[in-house]
T-cell receptor, first 117, second 114 residues
């Protein structure tokens, strides 16, 4: 079974600074997808960024980027120019590529990100 | 376009009572999922559906039943609620596609079983 580990229960960063959230995963599959979801106090799960394992290029979405190291099974999220609205729980998630999209996501336990004004 | 909606938002049950949570999506997605989130944990998959009339078990299916009678709706039932089922329940849906199978989540239902 796949597992996802987020070793940082909580991180704190000054507004406008850069922060990196760590995620490692364990799988024997070669094709899979990795995601970072944000969960603010409203509880809504919001997709931040997605990475396909077959792509060597790291995904980027505005201020959010990932460092995907397939051999090390590492998938960290970098948030640049942190803003107060970035404060939330961040979950790393894994999905195996089954061809039919039927598999659910496997989530880590989350990292609580605090933004200091 | 409402996306994924869940009914109700909050519910309190007594042990042994039954209830049904409703998930609805207006994106014409084939796949739908039910997750639960417990304190200090990520979401865990309960059941999922790959299309109307089909359901399958996820990681933690015990104590729950599901039905997908209409493509846009996915129901999660608790026949005899237990305190261990106190949790926040999330529904999600995804389009029938391969590499871009992003799951879109509803706002969650907070269930307390006394």
């Amino acid at each position: 079974a796949q597992t996802v580990t987020q070793s940082q229960p909580e991180m704190s960063v000054q507004e406008a600074e850069t922060v990196t959230l760590s995620c490692t995963y364990d799988t024997s599959e070669s094709d899979y997808y990795l995601f970072w979801y944000k969960q603010p106090p409203s509880r809504q799960m919001i997709l931040v960024i997605r990475q396909e394992a077959y792509k060597q290029q790291n995904a980027t979405e505005n201020r959010f980027s990932v460092n995907f190291q397939k051999a090390a099974k590492s998938f960290s999220l970098k948030i640049s120019d942190s803003q107060l609205g970035d404060a939330a729980m961040y979950f790393c998630a894994y999905r195996m590529y089954s061809g039919g999209g039927a598999d659910g996501l496997t989530f880590g336990k989350g990292t609580h990100l605090i933004i200091q004004p | 376009n409402a996306g994924v909606t869940q009914t109700p938002k909050f519910r309190v049950l007594k042990t042994g009572q039954s209830m049904t949570l409703l998930c609805a999506q207006d994106m014409n997605h084939e796949y739908m999922y039910w997750y639960r989130q417990d304190p200090g944990m990520g979401l865990r998959l309960i059941h999922y559906s790959v299309g109307e009339g089909t359901t399958a078990k996820g990681e933690v299916p015990d104590g729950y039943n599901v039905s997908r009678l209409k493509k846009q709706n996915f129901l999660l039932g608790l026949e005899s609620a237990a305190p261990s089922q106190t949790s926040v329940y999330f529904c999600a849906s995804s389009r029938l596609a391969g590499p871009t199978d992003t799951q879109y989540f509803g706002p969650g239902t907070r269930l307390t079983v006394l």
